[in-house]
């Protein structure tokens, strides 16, 4: 199968030929627009790439960034990769696929009576006027959709029996069609799986070699639309991203790595290529589930805190949370825009994403209303301040104007930009039409892009009952330090951290990210008549399977924990919330006491309200095992060697106009050094404005820390 | 007419405003949904939440349902503050009388008035819910048979204090336990609904502590200029015009025996950039359910409008400057007098305002307004209710209810319910259905051939078939649509019709009225059909390209899209472009 067409030597470690002192670990993220590497070296010390993404071949642009790193390591790639113990990847090849409809042509098998859960979907629209966005085609067309004669009911019970000389019957014309990939997913499958696993093995002795995936054991969760999407998302990536993993990993053996391939996972943590070309519905969110890992590790006294992480790239503005260690899932991640696209129905790191970036484009409506965005100037032509062509007015064009960013040394000097074309944009599109100043236009479209990034934070923070004043907000991403203050400020944070390895805060995120598998089982019991025995077995089951993982993790990984949630809720309600287990076993009553206060505590916590007298359900348990491999700490950046300081700017701010910034490096600030705003504080890979009557220092870990008070 | 310019500085407050507005308004709805109780709020999001200056004008409802919220509001806050002389914080009001501004006596509403530290009442915020019950004579929220307020038996709250200092008038929770089936679930549909207002109020505090009340009012005003200012362009693009449409919803118990004929008058006049309806000229408050409350006569010929012109104008009390609604007294579409009951007045005859009004601008000019929406409400989106081992249940469940019309742009939304909820309400999952309920659900699936072709084609219909697992079930419904189906305009033509029948055991079906409380057997079941949506254009003129897709899929049979939209194929369903330029005329 495909997954084993990925080098199996994959799980083993590598001990020679070099010493463990030479051995090197990487993490790579594949964004939009830049591809991030961080790599992480034996005696602590970590170094930072970008390489420019290339879309159409994504292996490029990771073996472009590991090339940059070898120049700079002064060895030849084949050496410099040779010393490569884990590669651990994020990548958006996965999403790309099914947004540009390059996944396979998959057959969608469901219960008769029921063949358009796809296009029914959950219902639901935004923008309740706005008509011209159209209704999304289903997942898989209806032409590929086949009901099976079968039918099991809520408790599990055969209504009607499954008709296998009908399942034969169709599986034979899907072998006669262009089908190259199956998706099962049958009603109450959940609750009894035996048609299920019927019709699994009838495909494989009568469509030997296709890839399929069954809806219960890809995502054993009620709500058919959800489970459905899961199931026709992950058969229909199996070809494309089987083809993806083992390419990669050919072409990464080829240029001389010999280590682990690993891969972020929606869910946050990293699995081994060949496992994940198995499952990759797993890898549709792998690209933004790092950040809040990064985050969390420059900040390790985030156990008693809540962190709100935005990471500003070129395109995309997108939001996650720490609260206090532990990074929130979501089940609700679209694949496009809310309710005009769909769901995966997979659990996944809770982020929001808005089209905000140094890229989105102002503009006035015919009222004379400024907007910024959704529109993005993209890589191609980009900002106006690029020179390529863009004459519309973008965030970074606005950020070249007000002095934020030195067009002399973006990107370290590796790209020249052009102030006065970003001023002359800002001028005809916006600043003339409105009869104000190039820099009144500007900083005006900084405030109104930091007030939408300020709702996206507001969205998620709401969803899991967060006081964004009581946080302290992270700023990464090559764009995070144009208005983390200002975004700060407006949230009421008192404190904002900008990681040292804030502008490839994902990448850092995956150095240091555990090897971790997620189990789930369905099992409803009410604390009024709470079922233990019946509880015990599925946490027993779950126990299994993610001993049955650790024991395939190979001999580098070592154990690090099983962490165990349930989703409750009050009875009658319709959304279960998560909430961590105290236990792996209910041993005693006072155990399940324990799970109700529990409840009610996080009930309160995410929506100001509890029912304290009331007894809870809990409908689903889930399991996620975690092993380490290589570090949990991220170590400093090492430093190039003399770094000259920069000359003093002006720059503009809306409370004092024109005003003389002290600009410091980043990379030679000294702890305990105190810098005052209005400054800038400048590294290779980003700008960090510090605003009037902000202070900030660098800590321990080389994060900038910057109090924003007066 | 003269729109004061502002400063621009103000216009990028402004701007920066309305987003933090909105804000709230989702944060109101987030609490809504996430902590009630009942499937029609936590699964469905039947709810609305809205924010109202302090002189009752609307300043947003974002993401709300359009029926809920366009007017009506306006006249609870007055209700509030002319019932009750010193408003304080800590005060909650609820509201459900179609006397006084509320849509129907199903939507229960809180209003909340925000006081500033001084004493001064600034905003009002409202969170309007739809019940699964409340207290109806029949275990159903849609008496479209009831004759009067009396029959239908709910009890009616002209904005009555139910909070004082942040504690509830218990007296008047007993009386609502005491009326409402399934008490528990009530109560804990009452308390997502006060935590929402609650959250509306707190933040709106936050907001005036921090931007000053006057400047907030001030932006507010602004943004109310900026928003008629917009709507005066978005009218000077339509052309001048005067037009008359129809619609007519089905025989129902209490109308004349051909059903209703519902006449709109739509004037638009680019000079004065005003668009004026007339509804005047329509029948006399009906011996039934189906009778409009004040609100739903004025939000759905908005809904028509708003649904015809650029939809970036935002929906506030500036842009409502711009648009004038005639009503009449005792008219069915007007003004009821207590107690004509409005049961039902957010969908059927509502439905038959709102269409026929985004048709007249269709007809205005090619590129404006839409097809008619299909009418609801079918039985699969009807009130179920029983008693299942011993305790009751009652619910109204979205089992599979279509109808979305042609646009200029884009085909029918499959899932816009009726015209007035925009699609907004979520469809139920079949496996949440069978786990909550005592029910099975046999079937849910689209009907080839349902659509109302056009260029732009409606929605098909749905078919959908549901039992009671071990007891007997009461299925409650107003299916409007069953002889009147939707609409096409320019050329478009009618969707499908909704139907309903009881299957006996032996698996008979038996056709049901329209308007009906229906009891299924164990082994028996309920089948519907709702309505298909109505087609913008000549079908003619659609894409072949589209038409091969709608074969493919099997939405559209070739027999049907050779004879209606002219579009000839290959024996390998590709389109054969000479026979269908030579089919649709026109030159090879």
Known sequence: MIATSISEKARQPTREPFSAAARLRFAIDTGGTFTDLIVGSPEGGIGMHKAATTPADPAAGVIDVLQIAADAAGMPLYDYLGRGEILVHGTTHAINAIVTGRTARTAFLTTAGHPDTLMFREGGRQDAFNFTVPYPAPFVAKARTFEIEERILRDGSVRQPLDKAQVVALLRRIAASDTE??????LWSVVNPEHELAVGSLIEHHLPGVPYTLSHQINPSIREYRRAMSTALDASLKPIMGAYMSGLDTRLREAGFKGRLLVVT???????????????????????????????????????????????????????????????????????????????????????????????????????????????????????????????????????????????????????????????????????????????????????????????????????????????????????????????????????????????????????????????????????????????????????????????????????????????????????????????????????????????????????????????????????????????????????????????????????????????????????????????????????????GARAHRDASGALVITVSE | MTVVRPHPTNRIRVAVLTARLDGIVRKMANTLHRTGRSGILTIARDFSCIILTARHELVTAADSLPIHTLRGPEVMSRTMTENHETLRRGDAFLHNSPYHGCTHPADHSILVPVIDDDGVHRFTVLAKGHQADCGNALPTTYMGAAKDVYAEGALIFPAVKIQSNFEHQMDIVRMCQLRIRVPEQWWGDYLATLGSARVGERELLALGRELGWETLDDHIQEWFDYSEARMVS????????????????????????????????????????????????????????????????????????????????????????????????????????????????????????????????????????????????????????????????????????????????????????????????????????????????????????????????????????????????????????????????????AGGPSSQFRERRDGALEAQPGCAEVVVGPGEAIVSISCGGGGYGAPRERSPALVADDVREGWISRSRAETIYGVMFSDDLEVDKAATARSRGLPA
């Open chain 2, 234 to 493: 978005a009218i000077r693009a339509i052309p001048k015009g005067r037009l008359t449409r129809s619609s007519r919803h089905d025989p129902f118990p209490g109308t004349p025996p051909d059903g209703v004929e519902i006449k709109a008058t739509v004037e638009v006049d680019p000079e004065a950039a005003l668009i004026e309806v007339d509804l005047r000229d329509n029948p006399d408050c009906m011996p039934n359910g189906i009778n409009l409350s004040e609100a739903c006569s004025r939000s759905a010929p908005m809904v028509g409008i708003f649904n015809s012109i650029d939809h970036t104008v935002p929906k506030n009390e500036g842009s409502f400057r711009r648009i004038r609604i005639h009503l009449r007294e005792n008219c069915a579409v007007g003004i009821p007098r207590h107690p004509t009951s409005c049961s039902v007045a957010t969908t059927n005859l509502a439905d038959r305002v709102a269409n026929p009004v985004q048709c007249a601008f269709a007809e205005l000019a090619d590129g404006l307004g839409m097809a008619e929406a299909g009418a609801c409400i079918p039985a699969s989106s009807g009130v179920i209710s029983g008693v299942h081992d011993g305790l009751p249940f009652v619910n109204e469940v979205y089992l599979g209810c279509t109808g979305g019309a042609g646009t200029p742009s884009t085909d029918g939304w499959l899932t816009i319910m009726h015209v007035g909820n925009a699609g907004m309400c979520y469809q139920d999952s079949i496996e949440i259905d069978e786990l909550r309920h005592p029910i099975l659900v046999h079937s849910r699936r689209l009907m080839p051939d349902t659509e109302g072709a056009g260029r732009q084609r409606g929605a098909l219909s749905a078919y959908s078939r549901f039992s009671p697992l071990g007891c007997e079930m009461t299925v409650a419904y107003v299916s409007d649509g069953n002889q009147n189906s939707a609409k096409g305009v320019r050329g478009g033509m």
């Open chain 1, 266 to 692: 929606s869910q946050g943590g990293v699995m081994d290529a060949a496992d994940v070309a198995a499952a990759p519905v797993h890898l549709i969110n792998s690209g933004p589930s790092m950040a809040p890992v990064g985050a969390r590790a420059c900040r390790p006294s985030g156990d008693v805190e809540v962190l709100i992480v935005g990471d500003a790239g070129g395109t995309t503005f997108d939001v996650s949370v720490v609260r206090n260690g532990r990074i929130p899932r979501t089940r609700e991640t679209w694949l496009g825009r809310p309710f005009a696209s769909h769901m995966t129905g997979m659990p996944s790191v809770d982020t929001k994403s808005i089209g905000a970036g140094g890229g989105s484009i102002a503009w006035l409506d015919s009222g004379g209303l400024l907007h910024v965005g959704p529109i993005s100037a993209g890589a191609v032509p980009g900002p106006a301040a690029y020179g390529r062509g863009g004459l519309r007015p973008t965030i970074t064009d606005a950020a070249v104007a007000l002095g934020y960013i030195d067009p002399e040394h973006f990107l370290g000097g590796r790209m020249r930009l052009d102030r006065a074309a970003a001023e002359a944009a800002i001028r005809t599109e916006i600043a003339d039409a409105m009869g104000v100043s190039v820099e009144f236009a500007a900083a005006s479209m900084l405030e109104l892009a930091n007030e939408h990034m300020v709702q996206a934070i507001l969205d998620i923070t709401l969803n899991q009952g967060i006081d964004p004043a009581s946080t302290i907000y992270v700023a990464g991403g090559g764009a995070a330090g144009l208005n983390c203050v200002a975004i700060g400020r407006r949230l009421g944070c008192e404190t904002i951290v900008v990681p040292e390895t804030a502008a490839a805060l994902a990448a850092s995120g995956a150095l240091i990210s555990d090897l971790t598998a997620y189990y789930q089982a369905m099992f409803y019991t009410t604390s009024a008549a709470f079922n233990m025995g019946g509880v015990d077995a599925v946490l027993k089951a779950l126990e299994l399977r993610c001993r049955a993982f650790q024991a395939m993790t190979g001999p580098d990984a070592e154990f690090v924990a099983i962490d165990w949630t349930t989703e409750a809720r009050y009875p009658d309600q319709a959304w279960e919330i998560e909430v961590p287990l105290r236990k792996r076993r209910f041993d005693d009553p006072s155990d399940v006491g324990a799970l109700v206060e529990d409840f009610h505590k996080a009930h309160q916590e995410i929506f100001a309200v509890s029912d304290p007298h009331s007894p809870i359900e809990t409908v689903g348990w889930s399991a996620t095992v975690r092993c380490r491999i290589g570090s949990s700490v991220l170590g400093r950046i090492q430093s190039a060697l003399s770094e000259r300081e920069f000359a003093n700017r002006r720059v503009y701010f809306g409370a004092t106009g024109w005003i003389d910034a002290r600009v410091r490096r980043f990379e030679t600030l000294s702890p305990g050094v105190v810098v005052e705003g209005p400054a800038i504080v400048e590294s290779s890979f980003t700008s960090i404005v510090i605003d009037p």
């Open chain 1, 181 to 186: 990939a199956v998706a099962v997913c049958l």
